[in-house]
């Protein structure tokens, strides 16, 4: 059952990234170097520590592995395209305190450094958040909000691996920090930005 929800999960994220990589090829959309930079990092040693944290339960790495993947692609490309707009006082702090997560996984243990780089994960889409606030840039909402969806199974598939709570709990910082909250917070964030331009 954990398969079929994580498989769920993976073509939904799959479909999210082509969507995500169409628009940065063909539309105007802009893009947050602090937000991509962190998370493409963050995810890539997420999937070092992440194996232990799920209990060594190899089918919960596949979400993990593709949006790494699908990271990785996305700032290329946006660096490519000159899609980044200009690091400013706030990128460079939140920049600066992912450095810090990033210390203590080496300092730690797999699962506490993985519970750190989940709140190093949630804070990159702080910058981008306040650069679609502010207005800076204009990004689609769809594909931020289908993520925020995909990770639903992704967490129904954590939850059907979990035996017990008190031990296992750090499973769910993903799915739900990360992959509900911190893509939804976007995807609402780009629909209400895009919503009050058109009502000027």
Not at 27 to 34: D, E, Y
Not at 79 to 84: D, E, M, N
Not at 133 to 158: H, M, N
């Amino acid at each position: 059952m954990e398969v079929l929800f994580v498989g769920l999960a993976g073509g939904l994220l799959i479909a999210v990234l082509l969507i995500y990589i169409r628009n940065v090829l063909y539309t105007n959309i802009g893009m947050n170097l602090s937000t991509w930079l962190i998370a493409t990092l963050a995810a890539l040693i997420q999937n070092v520590t992440y194996y232990s944290t799920v209990g060594g339960r190899g089918h919960l790495l596949i979400v993990p592995t593709i949006m790494s993947a699908g990271l990785i692609a996305i700032t290329v490309l946006g660096w490519r395209k000159s899609t980044f707009g200009q690091v400013n006082r706030l990128d460079i702090m939140v920049f600066a305190g992912t450095m810090l997560c990033l210390a203590v996984w080496l300092i730690f243990d797999g699962v506490v450094a993985n519970v750190v780089l989940q709140f190093a994960l949630f804070t990159s889409f702080i910058p981008t958040m306040r650069d679609l606030r502010a207005k800076k840039f204009e990004d689609d909402a769809f594909p931020w909000g289908l993520a925020s969806f995909g990770y639903i199974f992704q967490l129904i598939a954590v939850v059907i691996s979990i035996q017990v709570l008190s031990e296992d709990w750090p499973r769910l910082i993903n799915p739900i920090l990360v992959g509900l909250i911190g893509n939804g917070l976007v995807s609402w964030t780009a629909f209400w930005s895009k919503r009050q331009t058109q009502n000027k």
